[in-house]
């Protein structure tokens, strides 16, 4: 008998239910998907979890990045770029943005990011000492 388990990428819907429990049958659910599996969380799953979690449950910003953070630190739970994903978490933790923070630690294989947003490269600054941020 093959007692491995599954490998299941989990959607936003799960994320919000797991962390919020604001419905009781998908969070139980939820916990059990999380209880009975290995659970794959895509990047994209996080950066709209983290969005659903500020904008639709107006949640604290420093509660969210603890709970993603508690989340991808789950022994079955594989995160996508995980090292990218954690580096994100830290520099929200210091001001940025999550999703600019997620688009910076990305790209750190290239030597700059080019970007209009001023707040963005006004933040880089001051929460990343090597970014190199600019306006094109």
């Not at 990428?9 to 962390?19: C, G, H, K, P, Q």
């Not at 998908?26 to 979690?53: G, H, I, M, Y």
């Not at 996508?80 to 940025?96: C, H």
Request: charge should be neutral; include cysteine.
């Amino acid at each position: 008998m093959n007692c491995a388990r599954a490998v299941i990428a989990a959607d936003t819907n799960i994320i919000v239910r797991l962390l919020t429990g604001d419905d009781p049958r998908q969070t139980d659910k939820a916990r059990r998907l999380f209880d009975t599996n290995t659970v794959f969380l895509p990047k994209t799953v996080l950066l709209e979890s983290e969005w659903v979690l500020r904008r639709l449950y107006r949640l604290d910003h420093a509660a969210i990045v603890r709970a993603l953070d508690a989340l991808i630190s789950l022994s079955n739970v594989r995160c996508e770029d995980e090292p990218v994903v954690r580096q994100a978490l830290v520099w929200s933790q210091v001001g940025l943005d999550f999703a600019d923070a997620l688009h910076l630690a990305a790209s750190r294989s290239v030597e700059r990011f080019a970007t209009f947003d001023r707040a963005l490269i006004k933040a880089a600054a001051s929460a990343v000492s090597d970014a190199a941020v600019f306006e094109p």
